[in-house]
């Protein structure tokens, strides 16, 4: 008997003996082929917002689309588009503005988002409630701070355009992420760049009230209504393993609605990786991210995940014209949907 007739005749039998004994069948998925790997790099540091991702792992989920996913802190939204272009990773988190810049320099090793899941603009200048700085003009002459692959840092030559800024006098300095706050607060920085939603909290652990003692210049009030964090894959990723790419949102999307209908039992996996963590804060972050990041009117006609072309375009513009970018990327250079659950499977609100 030729060697390829007996393999095919030995994987026959061996199904056949696994139904025999009971055994199910996605359990012998590892004889016909090996799970597909997939290395995904986050945002941040292992935190609530991250819930969805880590209950998708732990209920099986990815394993039953015959993926063996593993997932690594991140270093800022930003940081993870460069380590997915490099080959690092086949997957990241993080902020789709980055991706386009990227994308606009390098079109062939930028990588591709494929699941937007902020849609409502995060980005802010955070300034104590008693500062003098009260519009972005007021920035002139201050000192502001942040991380270096912070996302609004990163976007503030384009809102400082918007808002009528002259950026080269704004003092920006590179701080730390875990002294981002504290330097604010201690009046070390005039004001710093950062996510609504992680300043609330980070000075919510300083015994700061976000509401009485911050307020914040949001980005979105002055015409930055731009898409935030996405999940990308790398362009030979998907080329080589497109079923890959979907299973892996197919997965993703059950996560996102268990973490809808039961946040403890996402904030219970998210706890699992890091329970040194305060778990009301964290169970807090998530609720305030899926309110504040993910719920975009938009999403209840298209559903978590896709975008609207038009504003995807503008978003686009934005960011070339205020970067004065070598190319303007098309939306699909930047975007694509196909690899998306159904609209009828993906929440229409959060």
Request: no cysteine.
């Amino acid at each position: 008997m030729p060697f390829r007739l007996f393999r095919r005749a030995s994987a026959t039998l061996t199904v056949a003996s696994a139904v025999a004994l009971g055994v199910p069948l996605l359990a012998m998925s590892g004889i016909a082929s090996a799970a597909t790997p997939i290395k995904m790099v986050l945002n941040w540091k292992y935190e609530g917002p991250q819930a969805w991702f880590f209950l998708a792992q732990d209920r099986g989920y990815f394993k039953a689309e015959g993926l063996d996913v593993t997932f690594d802190q991140g270093e800022g939204s930003d940081a993870s588009i460069p380590k997915v272009a490099s080959g690092a990773y086949q997957a990241g988190f993080g902020d789709l503005n980055a991706l386009v810049e990227l994308a606009a320099k390098e079109p062939a090793a930028a990588p591709v988002a494929v699941d937007v899941l902020y849609n409502t603009p995060p980005f802010a200048v955070v300034v104590k409630s008693d500062s003098p700085i009260h519009t972005p003009k007021d920035l002139e002459g201050k000192n502001v701070g942040a991380p270096a692959n912070d996302g609004a840092l990163k976007l503030f030559p384009a809102f400082a355009k918007l808002a009528g800024v002259d950026a080269s006098k704004v003092h920006i300095t590179n701080i730390a992420p875990n002294l981002r706050e504290q330097m604010l607060m201690r009046g070390q920085v005039d004001a710093i760049f950062g996510y609504m939603t992680t300043i609330t909290f980070s000075t919510r652990a300083m015994g700061v009230d976000a509401a009485h003692d911050l307020r914040f210049i949001r980005y979105g009030d002055y015409g930055m209504n731009l898409y935030s964090n996405a999940v990308f894959f790398s362009r030979d990723f998907i080329k080589a393993n497109p079923e890959a790419v979907r299973g892996f949102l197919v997965a993703l999307n059950h996560g996102i609605r268990d973490v809808i209908a039961d946040p403890d039992a996402g904030v219970d996996a998210v706890m699992k990786r890091e329970p040194l963590l305060n778990r009301d804060v964290e169970k807090a972050k998530l609720l305030a991210t899926m309110h504040n990041d993910m719920s975009a009117p938009e999403i209840a006609k298209i559903g978590l995940g896709d975008v609207d072309q038009n504003r995807l375009k503008r978003d686009i513009s934005i960011i070339v014209d205020a970067a004065s970018l070598p190319r303007t990327p098309a939306p699909a250079d930047v975007f694509d949907n196909h690899f998306l659950p159904p609209r009828t499977d993906r929440p229409s609100a959060m």
